[in-house]
């Protein structure tokens, strides 16, 4: 029993920083239909840019070091993102495969200049004290507080951007422009513009998976394309553009990994395939997507 | 107000507009022609939706012409589409706040509610749970509420109900006395010459002749040579 709901909880938090990533990825897709192949990429960025701020920091017995380091790895995402919004995607919009093709690039580029700047060494952010250490939690007994704490921000996430989507002006221009971008910019809405910042905001998603996730394990190299790879599957299962529905297919691949680890361990990656492709097969457009 | 010279587009091969020229000014202007005369290419291209090959498009003396579509909404000029396009994921009341300039312009939305009652009562539904007037009405709406310059409609009454259509009707007669011109495309005779003072007839992409809306009205033989149509025949 214990165990079962051990294993249930790795799950949920793996599923937590799965939402994170992907909500992101979802977020990007849902408006500007751009499959950026290169989120993973802003997932190392803001690992490695937090981590070069948060280290000087924690070698001064700086209380604040994680904090800055979060900062400084999301606003490092977020400038990624817009960055290559503005100066690459957003002169091919529309152009799917272009956009995939040079997301590609981006993500080979990212990924060497960042083992020629940083070396192949695998870091870890430490967490601060009051995050740090384990809570008790009722079944499981002592629990790591920060995975907890992983839960917290991955609702809060979700929360914030329902709120951001039903509550906000941006939000009306960002649904405005799932429907009819056209439209939209012939309402005299700065169409790019709000691209964006949307680019900017799912970066920055990323940006703040990729410092939680380097807090709760290893950063190094290769975590570009496990992240990329992960958000993919979450956003198949779940359904392309769909905030609940990336939470959904978080969920089920965030358990199905751990349940797959703790039951079948050799082939426990094929159960997250499996999953993908029974959805693809009984409902392409994801289990919350719109056909 | 807006003038429109030696507009040609072109898809490829396809000469869409074929040297397209006209003016609105203070009283509004209607363009009829049967289907795949280029009408909607033209209410596209002058939003900036579609990309013109040659010409030239002023309003109030500045060129417009090759900007993007939202910077041509914000100097003024505001469309409502074929189709309607209002968004499926927005609520009636959201539509008029995506648009809304604020209490102060003209067009605020509680006029908007005060002139279509109808919308305040679905003010909560959504774009695409509205009836096909409703729909038009929201679409008319969204563009009065940009407070623009001049209004550009194109085939506002297609698939309505003959008793909306004359609901339509009444509110684009009101349009004028705003200080607001427009250009209304239509295929429905009796809305164009109904609404508007002048009327140009669309030909293969260019402008055929133009006329006093009374004139054409009556004139039964250049209905039946530009449009195919007998009076009144939108049926």
């Known amino acids: 029993m214990d165990l079962a709901a051990t294993i249930v909880l790795n799950g949920l938090t793996l599923a937590a920083l799965y939402f994170i990533v992907a909500s992101g990825f979802s977020l990007v897709f849902g408006l500007m239909r751009v499959v950026n192949m290169a989120h993973g990429s802003l997932y190392l960025i803001a690992g490695y840019v937090g981590y070069a701020v948060f280290e000087p920091l924690y070698d001064q017995d700086a209380w604040y070091a994680w904090h800055a380091g979060l900062a400084a790895g999301i606003l490092a995402a977020a400038l990624a993102g817009a960055l290559m919004q503005k100066i690459l995607l957003g002169w091919m919009q529309g152009q799917e495969l272009r956009q995939a093709l040079v997301t590609i690039g981006v993500s080979i580029i990212v990924a060497d200049q960042i083992l020629a700047f940083y070396g192949g060494n695998p870091r870890q952010f430490f967490a601060p004290d009051s995050i740090f250490g384990s809570t008790q939690v009722p079944l499981v007994g002592g629990y790591?507080?920060?995975?907890?704490?992983?839960?917290?921000?991955?609702?809060?996430?979700?929360?914030?951007?329902?709120?951001?989507?039903?509550?906000?002006?941006?939000g009306m221009m960002i649904r405005a422009g799932v429907d009819d971008r056209e439209m939209l910019g012939a309402c005299g809405i700065n169409v790019p513009l709000v691209g964006i910042a949307v680019f900017a905001l799912g970066a920055a998603l990323c940006g703040l998976g990729g410092v939680i996730g380097s807090t709760a394990q290893p950063l190094a190299m290769g975590q570009d394309g496990r992240f990329l790879l992960i958000s993919l599957v979450v956003v198949i299962v779940g359904g392309m553009g769909s905030i609940a529905g990336t939470a959904v297919g978080a969920v089920l691949i965030g358990l199905a990994e751990q349940l797959g680890q703790a039951l079948f361990p050799t082939y426990s990656v094929v159960l997250t395939f499996v999953i993908m492709a029974a959805v693809l097969a009984m409902r392409p457009q994801g289990i919350l997507g719109r056909a | 107000m807006l003038a429109v010279s030696d507009l040609h587009v072109r898809f490829g091969q396809a000469h869409i507009l074929q040297g397209v020229s006209l003016s609105v000014g203070e009283r509004p202007l209607a363009v009829i022609g049967r289907n795949g005369m280029g009408k909607t290419t033209l209410c596209g291209a002058i939003a900036g939706l579609i990309r013109r090959s040659e010409g030239a498009i002023t309003l109030g003396g500045e060129r417009i012409d090759g900007l993007a579509p939202f910077r041509i909404a914000r100097r003024g000029i505001a469309l409502v589409p074929q189709g309607r396009r209002t968004f499926p994921s927005l609520s009636v009341h959201e539509h008029l706040r995506l648009v809304s300039r604020g209490s102060r312009a003209r067009w605020t939305i509680e006029r908007v509610y005060e002139t279509f009652p109808r919308l305040a009562e679905r003010r909560r539904n959504g774009g695409t749970e509205l009836s096909g007037g409703e729909q038009q009405m929201l679409a008319i709406s969204r563009a009065l509420l940009m407070n623009p310059r001049l209004v550009i409609m194109d085939e506002p009454s297609e698939g309505l109900a003959p008793v909306i259509v004359d609901q339509l009707i009444g509110v684009l007669r009101a349009l004028p006395t705003e200080g607001m011109g427009l250009l209304l495309v239509e295929q429905n005779l009796r809305v164009a010459t109904e609404v508007a003072e002048e009327v140009a007839i669309m030909v293969t992409g260019r402008i055929a002749t133009s006329m006093p809306a009374r004139a054409l009205a009556e004139d039964k033989e250049a209905q039946r040579r530009f449009l195919g149509v007998s009076a009144g025949g939108h049926h």
């Open chain 1, 144 to 170: 790591p507080t920060f995975r907890l704490v992983q839960i917290g921000v991955a609702l809060a996430v979700g929360v914030g951007l329902w709120l951001l989507l039903n509550r906000t002006r941006l």
